[in-house]
C-alpha cells in the first residue's frame, strides 16, 4: 500500500518528449489545426499535476521553441505550473527530442517515480517508491489507454458517470492555451 507513504505531496515534474521532427508533413505541425507539443503531450503532465493535486493552477511561466519548418509550433515547450498553497509543476514536452517519459511526485517523506505514466501498458505500468534511502518497485497493472477511453466513452452514452466531467477537459484545454499564450508572449500568465 502507497497511500500516504510519500507524505504531503510538495511537488511534481512531468516529462514527455518524442521526435518526429524529420517528418515535416506530421499533423501534429499544423497551427491552424491545434499542432505544437504542448496541445499534442504537453497536455499529459499539466492534467496529471491537476489530478494528482485535486486544485487548479494559479499561474503558469512556458519558454517554448517554435520552429518555422514546422508551420511555427512549439516543437519544445518547459515550464512552471504554479498551484495554491506554493506548489507545483515543472514540466517538459517536445516532439524534437529523444523518447522519453518520467512523472515523479515528490512528498515530505519520499518520492515516486513513474518511469511510464502517460501511455503504459500492461508490461511498463510498473513504478518505484523511494522512502527513507531505500527504494522499492511496485508492479502495476497495466491498460491500453485507448481502449479505457473508448469503453469509458461507450460507458457514457450508456449512461453510466464518466470518469473525468466534460468540463475537466475544458480546464485542461485553458490550461494548455494560457501555457502556449506564456511562451508566445514571453511571460507569466496569471490564471486567477
Known amino acids: 500500500m502507497i497511500s500516504g507513504e510519500i507524505g504531503d505531496i510538495r511537488s511534481i515534474r512531468g516529462t514527455y518528449t518524442y521526435n518526429a521532427a524529420a517528418d515535416t508533413t506530421n499533423i501534429r505541425f499544423r497551427s491552424e489545426w491545434g499542432g505544437g507539443s504542448l496541445y499534442d503531450i504537453g497536455c499529459y503532465p499539466l492534467s496529471a499535476a491537476r489530478l494528482l493535486y485535486g486544485t487548479e493552477p494559479e499561474a503558469v511561466t512556458v519558454h517554448a521553441i517554435f520552429s518555422p519548418e514546422h508551420d511555427n509550433v512549439d516543437m519544445m515547450a518547459s515550464g512552471l505550473v504554479e498551484f495554491p498553497g506554493g506548489l507545483s509543476l515543472i514540466f517538459d514536452c517536445g516532439m524534437w527530442a529523444y523518447n522519453r517519459q518520467l512523472l515523479e511526485i515528490t512528498g515530505t517523506e519520499g518520492r515516486i517515480e513513474v518511469p511510464m505514466p502517460f501511455n503504459a501498458r500492461e508490461e511498463d ?12 518497485l511496485v508492479k502495476a497493472a497495466g491498460a491500453n489507454p485507448y481502449v479505457r ?31 502556449l499564450l506564456s511562451a508566445k508572449e514571453r511571460m507569466r500568465i496569471s490564471l486567477l
Open 125 to 136: 505500468a510498473d513504478f518505484v517508491v523511494h522512502i527513507g534511502g531505500a527504494e522499492r
Open 149 to 179: 477511453q473508448v469503453d469509458d466513452f461507450a460507458a457514457a452514452v450508456f449512461g453510466a458517470k464518466p470518469l473525468f466531467e466534460p468540463e475537466d477537459a475544458v480546464r485542461n484545454m485553458s490550461l494548455v492555451e494560457a501555457c
